[in-house]
């Protein structure tokens, strides 16, 4: 045989693999299942931190107001919600709950919204903190 033939076909050029893609994994080789003992000394899962969809993980998230407007709850419920249309910090634009009767909101002022969303308003997942930044708090009544 020809010795660059046989060069070729050496089973020592053949490893490492040419490409890891093609190479099969063995992973029921590396891990094994534990047993029940093990799970148990090892404790129950530790759960995730859920990362609040409004406000992308963050406790508060500083906005804008560029709308107020009125919104109908869903079915049941009956009333005039008041919300607001913020562009947060973050550059996205989100609807906002005012909660408490009354406020002093106008187009482009700075308010401060958390993830917290009202049950009856489908599409609304914030909800501005009254008594930070330009948002007053809610006046006592009087009687």
Same mark, same amino acid.
């Given at each position: 045989?020809?010795?660059?033939?046989?060069?070729? =076909?050496?089973?020592?050029?053949?490893?490492?693999?040419?490409?890891?893609?093609?190479?099969?994994?063995?992973?029921?080789?590396?891990? &094994?299942?534990?047993?029940?003992?093990?799970?148990?000394? &090892?404790?129950?899962?530790?759960?995730?931190?859920?990362?609040?969809?409004?406000?992308?993980?963050?406790?508060?998230?500083?906005?804008?107001?560029?709308?107020?407007?009125?919104?109908?709850?869903?079915?049941?419920?009956?009333?005039?919600?008041? =919300?607001?249309?913020?562009?947060?910090?973050?550059?996205?634009?989100?609807?906002?709950?005012?909660?408490?009767?009354?406020?002093?909101?106008?187009?482009?002022?700075?308010?401060?919204?958390?993830?917290?969303?009202?049950?009856?308003?489908?599409?609304?997942?914030?909800?501005?903190?009254?008594?930070?930044?330009?948002?007053?708090?809610?006046?006592?009544?009087?009687?």
């Amino acid at each position: 045989m020809d010795p660059v033939l046989a060069g070729l =076909c050496s089973p020592l050029l053949t490893f490492p693999p040419p490409c890891p893609l093609l190479t099969p994994t063995r992973t029921y080789l590396k891990y &094994r299942t534990p047993n029940l003992h093990q799970l148990h000394l &090892r404790g129950p899962p530790k759960p995730k931190p859920k990362k609040l969809k409004g406000t992308e993980g963050r406790p508060q998230l500083k906005g804008v107001v560029l709308k107020v407007f009125i919104r109908k709850p869903k079915k049941p419920n009956s009333a005039n919600r008041k =919300c607001c249309r913020v562009r947060l910090s973050t550059g996205r634009e989100a609807i906002a709950f005012i909660p408490g009767e009354g406020h002093n909101l106008q187009e482009h002022n700075v308010v401060l919204v958390e993830g917290k969303r009202p049950q009856d308003l489908p599409g609304v997942k914030l909800k501005v903190i009254r008594g930070a930044l330009d948002c007053a708090h809610v006046k006592k009544k009087t009687q």
